[in-house]
C-alpha cells in the first residue's frame, strides 16, 4: 500500500506517522501542500489529510478527490467540523445532545437570546480551532462588548454570532478519537485555572475509561458527520448528561498518546490497511 500524508506543517502527529508507517511496511508519499503540483499525485491508494490550516486542508482535499484519491477525512466530513453551526444543527438533527444554543444575525437579537438561555454564555465564531475568539459572558455588558467587537471584524462569519449556553462542566472536558468503527481511547483536558480546556491553552490531558455511552455517542456522531478519523468533544452537564461541543475533522493526539501510552498511529494505520485489504 502506498500511503500520502497531505500536510502544511509537520508536528509531532505527522513526524510519528511517517516513523510508524515504515515500521508497518507501508511506502509514504509525502504531499507538502504549498509547494506540491497536484496533477503529479499518481498510485497512491490512501491519502490521511493532516494540514494545519483549514483552507489548506479543504481545498487540497477537493483537488486530490477530483482526481479520484481517497481520503482521510473526505472533504464534507471536513466542510462539517469547521464550521460550528453546520456541526450542531446537523447533530440536533439526529438527536444528538448538544448545549442549548442560539443563532443571531444583529446584536439586539444576540442579547435577547442571551437573555433566554440565561448567563453566563459563552459566544463563538462559527469557524476557528483551539479555544480562539471563543469567549464566555457573565453579564450583558460583557456580551454587549464581545458583539461589537466582533460587529467590526473583517471576517464576515464573525457578524453571525453563535451563542450558547455555558455548562458548569467539572474543570475538565473529553476528547474521545473515533478511528473507523472503533472509540478505542481518549482523554480528560483539565484546567483548575480557566474555564477553556483546550489543551492548546495550557490545560493537562488525563487518561480517560470509555464507558459504553461514551462510545455509543462518539459512533453516533462518526454515523452523522462521516469520516474515518474524529476527535469528538463532550461536555459533562450534570443534569444532562454528556453533551456533543465540537467535532475536530484533523485531530492532534500527542497528548493523548503520552498519557495513555496508546499508540493512536498505529492503531490508524493498521486500520486504514485492514480496509484497503478489503
Known amino acids: 500500500m502506498i500511503l500520502g500524508i497531505s500536510y502544511d506543517v509537520i508536528r509531532w502527529e505527522e513526524r510519528d506517522l ?3 508507517a515504515k515500521k508497518l511496511g507501508i511506502e509514504v508519499f509525502p504531499i507538502h501542500i504549498p509547494s506540491f503540483d497536484f496533477n503529479a499525485i499518481s498510485n497512491v491508494d490512501v491519502i490521511i489529510q493532516r494540514a494545519v490550516s483549514f483552507y489548506h486542508a479543504i481545498s487540497s482535499t ?16 471536513l466542510q462539517i467540523c469547521e464550521n460550528k453551526l453546520f456541526t450542531t444543527s446537523l447533530l440536533r438533527r439526529n438527536n444528538i445532545m448538544v448545549p442549548e444554543t442560539r443563532i443571531a444575525f444583529s446584536r439586539e437579537k444576540a442579547l435577547e437570546y442571551a437573555r433566554s438561555i440565561g448567563y453566563p454564555v459563552v459566544i463563538k465564531p462559527l469557524m476557528g480551532s483551539w479555544g480562539r475568539m471563543v469567549a464566555k ?8 462588548g464581545l458583539l461589537e467587537y466582533a460587529e467590526y471584524s473583517r471576517l464576515p462569519f464573525y457578524n453571525v454570532f453563535y451563542i450558547q449556553k455555558y455548562v458548569k462542566k467539572p474543570n475538565r472536558d473529553i476528547r474521545v478519537f473515533v478511528i473507523g468503527d472503533e472509540v478505542p481511547v481518549g482523554i480528560y483536558r483539565v484546567n483548575e485555572k480557566n474555564w477553556k480546556t483546550n489543551t492548546a491553552l495550557g490545560a493537562r490531558a488525563e487518561p ?19 469520516g474515518f478519523f474524529l476527535g469528538v468533544d463532550l461536555l459533562e452537564d450534570k443534569e444532562l448528561g ?16 503520552r498519557v495513555n ?4 498511529s498505529i492503531k490508524l494505520l493498521s486500520s486504514i490497511k485492514e480496509i484497503y485489504r478489503r
Open 18 to 20: 511517517i516513523e510508524k
Open 208 to 226: 480517560l475509561k470509555i464507558d459504553g455511552e461514551i462510545n455509543e455517542i462518539a459512533l453516533k456522531v462518526k454515523q452523522v458527520i462521516g
Open 62 to 77: 477537493i483537488l486530490m478527490e477530483e482526481r479520484g484519491n481517497k481520503v482521510i477525512n473526505p472533504s464534507a466530513t
Open 137 to 144: 459572558a457573565d453579564t450583558e455588558d460583557s456580551l454587549e
Open 261 to 264: 501510552n496508546y499508540d493512536v
Open 242 to 257: 454528556y453533551l456533543v461541543s465540537e467535532v475536530n475533522g484533523v485531530p492532534e493526539y500527542k497528548n493523548t498518546v
